[in-house]
Structures are given as C-alpha cells and as structure tokens.
C-alpha cells in the first residue's frame, strides 16, 4: 500500500472516528504493538479508550530527504515530515520537485527547511533574499509550512527576517529551528518567537542532544505554557526517547532515524548516504505509543 493511501486511510486527523468505529482490528491494520492491542481490549469501554489513545498520542516528526525516505516514514508512524537535503551538513534548502513529489507520494503534513548553507545562521542579505524567495515558492508548491531560523551579528533572533518569514508563510507554520539553541537567553527567545507568531520551536535545550537537555526542554515547556510549541530534537531515537517523554512530558518529537545506504563513487565523495531506516522510525513510534496508552 503507497503512504499517501495509507495515511487517508489511518491518518490522525480521521483516526478518533474511525478507530471509534473499527475498534481492534484498526490497531491491527496500524501496526500498533501487540502490548497496544491488548491494554485497549481489556474491557468494554473499548471505544472510549482507543479515543483517548488517539487523542494523546505523541506526534513523531521524521526528517526525511527523498521521496523514498517520505514514504517509508509515514509508513512506519510518522505523522509529520520535515524536507531537506545535506542532512549529514545539518540540512540543507531542498528542491522544489523534490517538495512536489514528496507532496503526491504521502498524505501528511509537510514542512520544508529553509538553510541555504551549513555553518552559523547569521546571513548576509543576499543570502537572506534566497531564503525568502525559496519559501515563496515551497508555500506556492504547497508546503505546509517553513523551517528556518536566522541569528543577528550579535547573537539575536534576527526579527525583521522572522517577520518576513512569518508573512511568507501567510497561514502554513513557522518553525524556528535549532538556532534557538545558540541563543543566550532561552526566555527571551521564547517571549519574541510567540510575539513574532512563530508556531513551534525545534530546540535540543541548548545541548548536543535532546536528552542531554531534557532539562531544559522540560523549562522551555512551563515558559512556553501553551503560547508556542516546543519541539524536542537531537540524538532522538529508540533507545533515548523513553527518557526523554518521562523527563519533559513532551507531547511531539523530531528525529532523522537515519541509516547509511552505499553508492560506491569512486574517489568523488564518501561513497554512502543516510536515509530514513523504517525498523527504527517503528521502533521509536512503538515507545511513544506505549508511554501515551500508559496515561489512559
């Protein structure tokens, strides 16, 4: 079954009625785990209890690369997609084909990264002028929203570009990435993303991982209080995002979930790539459906 025909069929947004009605044998076709499947059959409130499970499940965002990355993750749970290129450089701005073709292939949300090169995010303004003009036309090609972020030379959100952005995205999010993390003073931050009407932060909590910041993240959750999103993202996989639900009680996660494909090139580059590994993305969907169907 391709992802787009899968996701309309057991998508988030149709799945309280639908799961209300198929019950079980929906937990089967969604490849929930056996452990999911018996702890939702327990009793007679059935029904009642795969709503509350649909309703407090864990949105698993997958950064993907490729059309083939785009559809093995939704195929594997994830409910949202970041597109990019160059993910070993950071991320990179991707094509606009290439947001096309993600955008026939699956049926989620789609969100693209806007990093016209690796390295700090202090721009000059021509580099800032691309930026802009790529996501008039990732939003005309119908993205859903725009990731991106921009620094001043005195390690400040540069607001003008953010306000620039905001208007480009018209009614699409606004993601401010992981330049937050280098960022001073986090509640500051916080306090001009909401009054520049950011969407969501992606932040590791200023650590090499999100679990090393769990801490952190966990602040940036009680300072944000609803107004804005918050993002966990960095080092997130199977193993580690357990910890890091039970520390911050995040209700979203961001991963690459990479592994390495081999393409032998001879002596032009590294002779590999990363895409997405549809085990791990299972994996890491299997723990955040566990940890929400024990708060029920």
Same mark, same amino acid.
């Given at each position: 079954?391709?992802?787009?025909?899968?996701?309309? %069929?057991? *998508?988030?947004?149709?799945?309280?009625?639908?799961?209300?009605?198929?019950?079980?044998?929906?937990?089967?076709?969604?490849?929930?785990? &056996? *452990?999911?499947?018996?702890? !939702? @059959?327990?009793?007679?409130?059935?029904?009642?209890?795969?709503?509350?499970?649909?309703?407090?499940?864990?949105?698993?965002?997958?950064?993907?690369?490729?059309?083939? #990355?785009?559809?093995?993750?939704?195929?594997?749970?994830?409910?949202?997609?970041?597109?990019?290129?160059?993910?070993?450089?950071?991320? !990179?701005?991707?094509?606009?084909?290439?947001?096309?073709?993600?955008?026939?292939?699956?049926?989620?949300?789609?969100?693209?990264?806007?990093?016209p090169r690796a390295?700090?995010?202090?721009?000059?303004?021509?580099?800032?002028?691309?930026?802009?003009?790529?996501?008039?036309?990732? $939003? &005309?090609?119908?993205?859903?929203?725009?990731?991106?972020?921009?620094? %001043?030379?005195? *390690?400040?959100?540069?607001?003008?570009?953010?306000?620039?952005?905001?208007?480009?995205?018209?009614?699409?999010?606004?993601?401010?990435?992981?330049?937050?993390?280098?960022?001073?003073?986090?509640?500051?931050?916080?306090? @001009?993303?909401?009054?520049?009407?950011?969407?969501?932060? !992606?932040?590791?909590?200023? @650590?090499?991982?999100?679990?090393?910041?769990?801490?952190?993240?966990?602040?940036?959750l009680k300072l944000? #209080?609803?107004?804005?999103?918050?993002?966990? *993202?960095?080092?997130?996989? %199977?193993?580690?995002?357990?910890? !890091?639900?039970?520390?911050?009680?995040?209700?979203?996660?961001?991963?690459?979930?990479? $592994?390495?494909?081999? &393409?032998? #090139?001879?002596?032009?580059?590294?002779?590999?790539?990363?895409?997405? &590994?549809?085990? @791990?993305?299972?994996?890491?969907?299997?723990?955040? #459906?566990?940890?929400?169907?024990?708060?029920?």
């Open positions: 079954m391709e992802a787009k025909e899968y996701h309309r %069929s057991f *998508g988030v947004g149709s799945l309280v009625c639908f799961l209300c009605v198929m019950g079980s044998a929906v937990c089967h076709a969604m490849g929930l785990c &056996d *452990g999911v499947r018996r702890r !939702l @059959e327990v009793d007679g409130s059935e029904r009642s209890q795969v709503s509350a499970f649909a309703d407090r499940a864990v949105v698993l965002e997958a950064c993907v690369a490729s059309v083939a #990355d785009a559809v093995v993750a939704v195929q594997n749970g994830a409910q949202r997609l970041e597109l990019n290129v160059g993910i070993e450089l950071g991320g !990179l701005t991707p094509t606009v084909g290439l947001l096309g073709q993600v955008k026939e292939a699956v049926d989620v949300p789609v969100l693209v990264l806007v990093r390295g700090g995010f202090c721009y000059s303004p021509s580099e800032k002028r691309l930026m802009i003009r790529d996501a008039h036309a990732f $939003m &005309d090609m119908g993205a859903d929203g725009i990731v991106t972020g921009a620094l %001043s030379t005195d *390690g400040l959100i540069d607001k003008r570009f953010a306000e620039s952005m905001r208007e480009v995205c018209r009614e699409g999010e606004l993601v401010f990435h992981r330049a937050f993390d280098l960022l001073q003073g986090h509640s500051d931050g916080i306090e @001009e993303l909401v009054a520049l009407r950011a969407d969501r932060i !992606l932040t590791s909590g200023g @650590e090499t991982s999100a679990l090393a910041g769990a801490v952190r993240i966990a602040e940036l944000a #209080d609803g107004r804005i999103s918050i993002l966990p *993202g960095g080092g997130i996989c %199977s193993k580690t995002v357990g910890a !890091l639900l039970k520390a911050t009680g995040c209700s979203q996660v961001h991963g690459t979930f990479k $592994m390495l494909r081999v &393409d032998p #090139d001879g002596n032009v580059g590294s002779g590999s790539y990363p895409a997405v &590994d549809s085990e @791990e993305v299972r994996a890491v969907r299997g723990v955040l #459906d566990r940890y929400r169907l024990e708060a029920l």
